[in-house]
Structures are given as structure tokens and as C-alpha cells.
């Protein structure tokens, strides 16, 4: 679907259809965004958006894959160059296998949506968001993008690219009216994160969270995310590391009482 001219500011979120994605179009439609809801899965970016309209909220869902540069090039040539805040949230983790025998099509893959659809969606809205005259991007990274640890592998490499996307372009765009947030999650329980990474064995995925008493919801990110967005414009909230209370680091995690 074609996004309309609309008044309202204009938030672009990838990776819309479920988790963080969908948690941040809610909170940004419900902070005035006028929301454009990106991602592969047409059903759920079409119920995504059905419910928000039920709300009385803006929003406008477009089949996207950021990893199809001419896709990409095509749904910000539908936006008519109106674009203030682009919300790279599409992303993921394949495998948990240690460096020495992970699949290269794994890190292949995890590459490609990481970090080169984050480039792809950031070129190609760079010229809207700036005319804007205050555009924001957030880069939803990672824990894993500031740290390994044994079996992060090619997704822990993936994320210190998108961690390194975000500090670049920051340096490089000092000067022009746009913001760079980095955003960095820690253990956060969402439907599809842990069973992606685990290939869709649920047993596994739930081991993950196992005996940690709260871990974060992709609500609670996307509160940070819009906390951030809707800083004034000079603000800049460069990066932001959000765990749960159980969590001191990746490797270090309470469990049980
Ligand atoms: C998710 C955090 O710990 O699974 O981005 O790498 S972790």
C-alpha cells in the first residue's frame, strides 16, 4: 500500500510484524507518529495496523524485506519524501554454534539483515529524515553488539556492526539535523527471538529465560525506544543499554529465588 500525504510526523519501523517491532509502532503511534509498519509478513503488519486504526492511531503497513535493496529504494520513493523517524529494528540471531563449526550461510544471513538492511534502509531514507529538519534513527542493537561471549558467534559480530553503523554515522553526520540513537537489549522474552535462534526448537528457546524471574518485554524496550525518540531534537541519546535486573551481563544471569 502506498503511504498517503499526511500533517503528522512520520516514524518508519522495520521488523513491524511481532517482538520489539510491533511493541515501538504501538508506542510511537500512540506518542502522535503517524507509523509506517514495515516488514516480510503482510498478515500481521496488516492486523498490526487494523488494531492501531481501532485505537485511533495512524498507521500504514508495506511489505518489506530490508534486505532487497531495490525493494527498499522503492517503498522510500513511496514515502514523498516524508520521513522523521526510521526505527532499524529488523534483525535476529540464527544458531548458537561456536565459531570453529557455525554454518557461513548463518553468519551470511545474520549479516545481511544486521547490518546491510540497516544500511540499506538508512541510505535510502537519509535524504527524507534530513529534510525533515529533524530526523531521528534508532538502531536497535544489542548486548550483543558491545560484547561476545562463547556462542554468540556470527550474530555477536552481525550486532557489533550494527553498533558500529550507529557510532560512524554519528561522527559522520555531526552537522546536519539528525539524530542517531542506539538502543542495546539485553535478555528480552519476546515470541520469535530465542525460537529463531534455536531453529524452532521451543525446548531450547525456553531454556534461555528459564528460572529468570523478569525478563525484559518487548514493551519495555519499545518504552525506551520512544522515551528516546521523543527526547527534544537537540538531545541526542547516543546509546542506551537495557536489561533486566537479573541480568549483569550475557554470561551472568540469575536464576531461580
Ligand atoms: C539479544 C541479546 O544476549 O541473546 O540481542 O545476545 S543476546
Redesign the pocket.
Known amino acids: 500500500m502506498t503511504p498517503a500525504p499526511t500533517a503528522a510526523p512520520t516514524a518508519v519501523v522495520t521488523g513491524a510484524s511481532s517482538g520489539i517491532g510491533a511493541a515501538t509502532a504501538r508506542r510511537l503511534a500512540a506518542a502522535g507518529y503517524r507509523v509506517v509498519l514495515t516488514a516480510r509478513r503482510e498478515e500481521r503488519i496488516e492486523a498490526l495496523a487494523a488494531e492501531l486504526a481501532e485505537a485511533g492511531r495512524d498507521a500504514v503497513p508495506y511489505v518489506l524485506d530490508v534486505t532487497d535493496r531495490a525493494a527498499v529504494d522503492a517503498f522510500a520513493a513511496s514515502l514523498d519524501g516524508r520521513c522523521d523517524v526510521l526505527v532499524n529494528n529488523a534483525?535476529g540471531?540464527i544458531g548458537t554454534e561456536p565459531v570453529a563449526s557455525a554454518d557461513p550461510a548463518d553468519w551470511r544471513t545474520m549479516y545481511e539483515v544486521n547490518v546491510l538492511g540497516v544500511l540499506n534502509m538508512t541510505q535510502a531514507l537519509l535524504p527524507a529524515l534530513t529534510a525533515s529538519g529533524d530526523g531521528t534513527i534508532v538502531v536497535l542493537?544489542?548486548?550483543?553488539?558491545l560484547a561476545t561471549?562463547e556462542g554468540?558467534g556470527g550474530?555477536?559480530a552481525a550486532?557489533h556492526g550494527s553498533h558500529v553503523i550507529a557510532e560512524t554515522l554519528r561522527l559522520e553526520l555531526n552537522g546536519q539535523p539528525v539524530r542517531i540513537i542506539e538502543i542495546?537489549?539485553?535478555?528480552?522474552r519476546t515470541e520469535e527471538?530465542?525460537l529463531t535462534?534455536f531453529r524452532g526448537d521451543a525446548e531450547k528457546a525456553a531454556k534461555?529465560y528459564e528460572g529468570v524471574a523478569e525478563p525484559l518485554t518487548a514493551d519495555d524496550v519499545a518504552d525506551s525506544v520512544a522515551w528516546a525518540v521523543t527526547r527534544p531534537s537537540h538531545v541526542n541519546v547516543d546509546l542506551l543499554v537495557v536489561r533486566p535486573r537479573a541480568?549483569a551481563s550475557?554470561y551472568k544471569v540469575h536464576r531461580g529465588s
Open positions: 534483525g540471531a542493537s544489542s548486548t550483543a553488539g561471549y554468540g550474530y555477536v550486532k542495546a537489549p539485553g535478555m528480552v527471538f530465542a535462534r534461555v541480568q550475557n
